[in-house]
């Protein structure tokens, strides 16, 4: 079975520093991808970043940078420089062949201290 | 703005009723996501459209049910309301179905069922 695990409900983070939100994964496939969105309080749900099972470097986009370790099956989103817009709920998803649907984490909600 | 749009932003029904919620996808998007987020139960996916036909299921109700036109855009019909289904069903596309296509959310609409 396919499955996403975000042990963290809450994290809090001072301005300027970086945070790790942690994501594991279960699947038996060898092909999959796996995805970040961002959700704010207004929620809409904001596509983040991607990064695919046969990736061998880590995915990056601005401030956002993806730390996987497939050998683990984590796929943790690191957020560099927080700012304050950033406090939200962050998803964890993951799409494999089998099911071929995408299955969402139960989210981290993330608060930036000025 | 993601190009993704959801009709309407806000219901408020009754119990025992029917509404249909609609969505547009983003320009050259042939797949269209339905998913259910609620406090209690999260993200849930429910169906999946790709150019017209059903791709995949997930925890969809009997009394709901879905259908994408010949011109993409998408309808999730919810009939005999209960309380439990007030929820935030969101829209998404992408443009295809394989493992490497992120999906893009429309800004949801808000059911409220009293």
């Known amino acids: 079975a396919q499955k996403i695990t975000q042990t963290q409900p809450g994290m809090f983070v001072q301005e300027k520093e970086a945070v790790t939100l942690d994501c594991t994964y279960d699947?038996?496939?060898?092909?999959?991808?796996l995805f970040w969105y961002k959700q704010p309080s207004s929620g809409e749900m904001i596509f983040l970043i991607y990064?695919?099972?046969?990736?061998?470097q880590n995915a990056t986009e601005g401030r956002y940078s993806l730390n996987f370790q497939k050998a683990r099956k984590s796929a943790n989103l690191v957020i560099s420089a927080s700012q304050l817009g950033d406090s939200a709920m962050y998803f964890c998803?993951?799409?494999?062949?089998?099911?071929?649907?995408?299955?969402f984490g139960t989210g981290t909600s993330l608060t930036v201290i000025p | 703005d993601s190009g993704v749009t959801q009709t309407p932003k806000h219901l408020i029904t009754a119990t025992g009723q029917r509404v249909t919620l609609r969505c547009s996808p983003r320009?050259?998007?042939?797949?269209v996501y339905w998913y259910q987020q609620s406090l209690d139960q999260g993200l849930q996916f429910l169906i999946q459209?790709?150019?017209?036909?059903?791709?995949a299921k997930g925890n969809i109700l009997e009394r709901f049910s879905a259908q994408q036109f010949p011109d993409l855009h998408s309808e999730l019909n919810l009939s005999s309301l209960e309380l439990g289904d007030s929820a935030l069903y969101f829209c998404?596309?992408?443009?295809?179905?394989?493992?490497?296509?992120?999906?893009?959310f429309g800004p949801g609409t808000r059911l409220t069922v009293l």
């Open positions: 998404a596309s992408s443009v295809g179905t394989t493992l490497y296509n992120e999906q893009f």
């Open positions: 699947t038996s496939d060898q092909s999959y991808g």
């Open positions: 990064q695919g099972s046969y990736d061998e």
């Open positions: 998803a993951m799409r494999a062949n089998t099911g071929n649907q995408f299955y």
């Open positions: 320009s050259g998007d042939l797949s």
């Open positions: 459209y790709y150019n017209g036909e059903e791709r």
